[in-house]
């Protein structure tokens, strides 16, 4: 039972959020107890014993999102997946399934949404006269490389139309899966077309479990940043997000060992709680770390100006206060005792060229 009387089940095993609740904004449905056994069914049995994920396949008209936002570094992007099987308790994409009237909860990382068309779609985009060429980044809202892909394949089909377009790519994972791609990378990265981050949240595989639980354990993205290396594709490891007394104390053996097997820039990200994120992540920590839930929200509205999120252009990703400093500072020290310097990784747009629409090779 929490402090304020509420009763909590046992953890749900293998996900990251423990139920499906969360405050909607768009109208999520809802059914009304009408006293028949699926209203006591919970109570007296718990949640079901292993939930299932369910993939549905949607044909969206097209594929690549242009964005304006003036603190990230990207304007486009595409997302293969809906919803992310992963389950990263603290994921800022989970508001957007309440657009289909599904939990940010539960929902959100069991019943998915593959897009099968995606490299059709993307395709037709950039054979368009009009389009003009830079960085797609994959995996800005869920990740590419999630337990699915292994069935569908609709990352690499993207690389594939990438590399025939000679267009930039940047990819962003919690997934060794990368590496099933590693002969498209290799050939992209020849090209200077590819650069590939992989977040790295702490070195606690138990903990890990916890916070991320169908992501590659912390080790084998470690192997994957190496092995990436090896390979001569340009790597970033991001220490993210930093989750104040659960994670942050990883900060520095992560920057340190990113260092040691060649990745060639690191950098970090606090926490952020946007919209129903706020409340499944307090949930999360009362089921998990309720000893000390008080402590970590306490120092995630120090640094959000008091509240448990800031959505505010500029200063969303950039957190104050003294606590910020804090983290920012050790940072900076285990960046500089690692021999890492700023660098931004500026792919190739020159050697685009316009790809045949509909899969036909272009004629002229």
Not at 125 to 136: E, G, V
Not at 279 to 300: Q, T, Y
């Amino acid at each position: 039972m929490r402090k304020d009387g509420a009763v909590f089940h046992q953890p749900v095993r293998g996900r990251g959020s423990q139920s499906g609740d969360a405050p909607q904004r768009v109208g999520l449905a809802s059914r009304e107890a009408d006293g028949d056994w699926r209203d006591a069914m919970e109570a007296l049995d718990g949640p079901p014993v292993k939930l299932r994920t369910t993939v549905t396949e949607e044909h969206p008209k097209s594929i690549v999102s242009f964005n304006q936002s003036p603190d990230v570094p990207f304007d486009r992007s595409v997302n293969a997946y809906r919803g992310c099987e992963h389950g990263c308790i603290y994921c800022f994409a989970r508001p957007t399934h309440a657009y289909h009237d599904l939990s940010p909860g539960l929902d959100f990382e069991t019943n998915l949404f593959a897009k099968p068309k995606a490299a059709d779609l993307l395709r037709d985009t950039l054979a368009r006269p009009k389009y003009r060429p830079q960085a797609i980044a994959m995996g800005t809202n869920t990740d590419p490389y999630q337990p699915i892909e292994n069935r569908y394949r609709i990352t690499r089909a993207l690389l594939e139309v990438c590399l025939e377009a000679r267009h930039p790519v940047t990819i962003t994972t919690k997934s060794d899966r990368v590496l099933q791609d590693i002969d498209l990378l290799e050939e992209m990265a020849e090209l200077n077309l590819v650069a590939v981050a992989i977040s790295v949240t702490s070195l606690d595989p138990i903990l890990s479990g916890k916070l991320e639980p169908r992501a590659a354990a912390p080790a084998r993205r470690m192997a994957a940043l190496e092995r990436l290396v090896q390979s001569g594709v340009p790597t970033h490891c991001s220490v993210s997000p930093i989750i104040p007394a659960i994670t942050d104390e990883f900060m520095e053996e992560i920057v340190a060992r990113a260092a040691m097997i060649g990745v060639q820039s690191c950098g970090w990200i606090p926490l952020r709680l946007p919209h129903e994120v706020a409340p499944l992540f307090r949930e999360w920590l009362d089921v998990h770390f309720s000893e000390r839930a008080g402590k970590v929200m306490g120092i995630v509205r120090s640094i959000r100006g008091g509240r448990d999120n800031d959505p505010d252009f500029f200063t969303r990703f950039k957190p104050g206060g003294v606590w910020a400093d804090l983290f920012r500072a050790r940072f900076r020290i285990a960046c500089r005792r690692a021999g890492f310097k700023r660098r931004d990784f500026t792919l190739d747009a020159s050697q685009f060229r316009r790809p045949g629409s509909g899969g036909q090779l272009r004629l002229l």
